[in-house]
């Protein structure tokens, strides 16, 4: 049978015969695959130039294939993306690159543009480059909208933090307002406080955020008096010891209510309305705190409060004289207040207190830190250490 079969010149089918046929089979698959994938297809050669494109790119971009042959694809690429482009192109090209992912605009025929995902590598087989890309406009548009999105509630997040810190703001000022009010008609007490304490940690070099939190929480330390009685608080006279205890209990007091707030400024406010009444020699209240033990924004305060409320009248006491004032501070360094603070407050005391109403001698007794205790009566403020209370990042220069 086999001998009829070569006699006839029939070929017989062999190993080679069926690896041949094998391979054609495989390019007429591929080349059915190039022709009808929904993927843009291309290969090109070292340069960039388009050798071969599928008719994918005519219908996504709209470009038939004949007009892309011989063409670099970076020409149907956006002008603002070609270089990246080319760039990239080019690391395949000089072997510093396998392979390369690319997003960029691509130019329609109409002369719009589309976002397509193009990846390409070198093949050492022909010496070419062989990509695809697809369409990612969609993506892009939810991505770019999201982004908007995003933007938007990025400002209006923005617009409520605004509002929020302008109502901690007045909170915290009607807060110190409430507690001053009983004891100071004005209740200009607290405000001028607040000021003087920054001027003071500014003139120690205490950074801008210290300072704001201080001008900030600094009025609310005597918000404790809201807890003491009118006969205790605005009694004309010297206090008696049970009087003096009740009143020493508003430092307590002051802190506790304070420290309930999330607020770093309220918090702040907790440590100076417990501290500003601790002297530096040990002998204040309600701890006995010593020196730099004392927490810092306790001992600014301290001599603010006590200098403001010396040169200003009260129920109590007629306002002294501003050199007099600013003698017994200078006097009471290292026994009630922390001489490097009294030694800033010095600095800038005459400054701040321009035009104050001269007076009499205040009334001394054991009162608490308001000068009614003593005439020298408040605590101190030291540039030496941390600021102690939820804020842990602020501390004082070394």
């Known amino acids: 049978m086999g001998g009829s079969a070569r006699a006839f010149g029939v070929p017989l089918a062999g190993p080679g015969h069926g690896r041949r046929a094998a391979l054609r089979a495989a390019e007429a698959e591929l080349s059915r695959y190039f022709e009808e994938s929904l993927e843009l297809l291309w290969s090109a050669d070292q340069t960039g130039r388009l050798v071969r494109v599928n008719p994918a790119w005519k219908r996504c971009l709209g470009h038939p294939a004949e007009a892309m042959r011989g063409r670099s694809l970076t020409e149907f690429i956006h002008e603002q993306d070609r270089d990246a482009a080319a760039a990239e192109i080019l690391s395949l090209a000089d072997g510093s690159r396998d392979s390369i992912t690319v997003c960029s605009r691509f130019q329609t025929l109409e002369g719009g543009s589309l976002w397509l995902e193009w990846s390409a590598r070198s093949s050492p087989v022909d010496g070419r480059i062989h990509g695809s890309a697809h369409d990612i406009s969609s993506q892009r548009r939810a991505e770019q909208q999201l982004s908007s999105e995003a933007r938007g509630l990025e400002a209006m997040v923005d617009d409520r933090t605004r509002d929020l810190e302008e109502a901690r703001a007045e909170t915290l000022q009607l807060l110190a307002i409430a507690g001053e009010f009983r004891d100071d008609e004005t209740s200009q007490h607290t405000e001028r406080v607040g000021t003087m304490s920054a001027e003071i940690g500014k003139h120690m070099g205490l950074s801008a955020e210290s300072l704001v939190l201080l001008r900030e929480a600094a009025p609310l330390h005597d918000i404790g008096k809201l807890a003491i009685p009118d006969r205790v608080l605005l009694k004309p006279g010297r206090l008696s010891p049970e009087e003096q205890e009740m009143m020493q209990t508003h430092t307590t007091l002051g802190a506790r209510l304070l420290f309930g707030s999330r607020s770093p400024a309220l918090q702040l406010a907790g440590v100076i309305a417990e501290s500003h009444h601790e002297w530096w020699d ?61 030694e800033a407050f010095l600095s800038i005391g005459g400054r701040r207190a321009e035009g104050r109403p001269p007076g009499g001698p205040a009334a001394t007794g054991s009162r608490e830190g308001d000068a009614r205790e003593d005439p020298s009566a408040g605590e101190a403020a030291a540039a030496e250490e941390p600021i102690r209370h939820a804020v842990q990042g602020l501390s004082e220069p070394g």
């Open 282 to 342: 040990g002998s204040g209240y309600p701890q006995g705190l010593i020196g730099s033990d004392i927490p810092l924004v306790g001992r600014i305060v301290t001599v603010a409060d006590v200098f403001d409320a010396l040169t200003h009248d009260r129920p109590y006491k007629s306002a002294w004289p501003v050199d007099q004032a600013m003698a017994l501070i200078r006097s009471t360094a290292g026994s009630q207040f922390d001489p490097k603070v009294v």
